[in-house]
């Protein structure tokens, strides 16, 4: 299957991945794409035969001798399962992906484990959904992934785990564990929360209601979906840093309550506004092109929601030579409408809604 690998891997040798739920089976299939030796287990035999059955790797043998292993089970399972592989394979690095850095390296410095061969790391890509049928090996493909110094650790082991990191068409970003435990409470942490309490908001809303849902409450909701138990033990390790976010957020929300119940006093609308403009001077801070690219015009063409429509659109605009450099799609609640905003080079605006406007699109605004 040679013809069918991306590139050849900077990884060499065996990779071994213990846990092969959704990271690990991401990984797994990742580099094997690139032709890389990856053996899969997992505490649960049906997660280790599915991880095999959707190619993620091979079973593990008597005289496997990795030279890397990469550990993706559960935050609260990290660290007991890193010093079981530090002291199984005495020559390997070792890895894990969790979504906390500080408490499991506490725990490890806590125990007697090797830890010049442990370098901690955490991909910033995931999905909703855990489990070896929910990977893919494009997972982490342009994301950012954790890399953890601490003094004292060897240059090569934090190389090798870069070259994990680039293998899987990722970004190495080099951060010590607090400094990442700060950065993701911020980001990721306590996105989850806010997401998870307006999303329990809708748990008793009319069906008529949630008919008028559009894209706003969608992106705000969209991580509410994720998996508790997963959650639970990603937010009780970082307790400490998320609690205080979520007390300054807890002023803000009630700093806009006050404002709401007061409104025709005065200063209530200034207020409104000044917060208004803060959540607008954040979301512009967010790197990315998605929604605020200053780099980029954006065309809102309606579609109507059948098959071959989205192909179609996009078969024309490669005639027409216009170039998408993003895209995202919404559908029209209760009508057969598809809403596709295109970014486009600012220069290929006025081309793009008359080129498309000709040939029939309905273009919005
Ligand atoms: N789900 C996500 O979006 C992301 C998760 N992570 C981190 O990746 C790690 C794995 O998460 P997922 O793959 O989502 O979970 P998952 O639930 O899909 O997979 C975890 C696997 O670990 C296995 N496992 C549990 N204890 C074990 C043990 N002691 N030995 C061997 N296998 C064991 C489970 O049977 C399961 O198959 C977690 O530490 C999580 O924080 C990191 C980035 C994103
Ligand atoms: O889908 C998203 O936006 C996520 O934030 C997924 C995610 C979940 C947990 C992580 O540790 C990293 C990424």
């Given amino acids: 299957m040679t013809e069918a690998r991306l590139r050849e891997s900077r990884v060499a040798g065996t990779v071994r991945v213990v846990g092969s739920g959704l990271l690990g089976a991401s990984v797994g299939l990742g580099l094997a794409a690139r032709g890389v030796d990856v053996v899969v287990t997992d505490a ?20 496997d001798a990795p030279g890397l292993i990469v550990v ?3 935050p609260d399972a ?35 484990a090797d830890l010049s061969r442990y370098v901690g790391s955490h ?3 995931g999905r909703e959904r855990g489990g070896p049928i929910s990977a893919r090996a494009d997972l982490f493909l342009g994301r950012p992934w954790v890399v953890c110094t601490r003094p ?37 942490h306590t996105p989850q929360l806010v997401s998870t309490l307006m999303a329990r908001r809708l748990g008793a809303a009319a069906d008529a209601a949630l008919g008028l849902a559009g ?11 994720s998996d508790p138990a997963l959650w639970v033990q990603i937010l009780a390790a970082n307790a ?3 609690a205080p976010i979520l007390r300054a957020y807890r002023d803000d929300l009630g700093d806009v309550i006050d404002a709401l119940e007061r409104i025709d006093e005065s200063g209530s609308r200034r207020a409104l506004a000044e917060t208004l403009a803060g959540g607008n001077a954040g979301v512009a801070r967010l790197p990315g092109k998605h929604g605020q690219d200053k ?6 063409v309606l579609i109507d929601d059948t098959p071959g429509q989205l192909g179609r659109l996009f078969t024309e605009l490669g005639e027409l030579g216009i170039n998408i450099e993003d895209m995202r799609m919404e559908h029209s609640p209760g009508a057969q409408i598809g809403i596709v905003e295109l970014a486009v080079l600012p220069e290929a605006l006025t081309r793009t809604v008359d080129d498309l406007a000709e040939r029939g699109w309905r273009i919005a605004g």
């Avoid at 592989?85 to 806590?110: N, Y």
């Avoid at 060897?154 to 990442?180: C, F, K, N, W, Y």
């Avoid at 780099?295 to 809102?300: G, I, K, Q, T, Y």
């Fill in 123 to 125: 991909p910033l890509a």
């Fill in 44 to 63: 649960s035999r049906t997660a280790a035969r599915l991880a095999v059955e959707y190619g993620a790797g091979r079973p593990p043998a008597p005289d």
């Fill in 78 to 112: 990290i660290a007991e399962v890193v010093a079981a592989e530090l002291e199984a394979f005495p020559e390997a690095t070792v890895t894990d992906v969790a979504s906390v850095k500080s408490a499991p390296l506490a725990e490890l410095e806590a125990s007697a």
């Fill in 240 to 242: 400490s840093v998320v």
């Fill in 152 to 188: 004292g650790l060897a240059r090569g082991r934090v190389s090798l785990i870069e070259q994990l990191a680039l293998d899987l068409g990722a970004i190495p970003v080099e951060m010590d564990a607090v400094t990442h435990d700060e950065s993701v409470a911020l980001v990721s």
């Fill in 72 to 74: 993706a089970v559960p």
């Fill in 295 to 300: 780099r980029f015009a954006s065309v809102v």
């Fill in 215 to 225: 894209g706003g409450v969608r992106d705000v909701t969209r991580v509410a979906s």
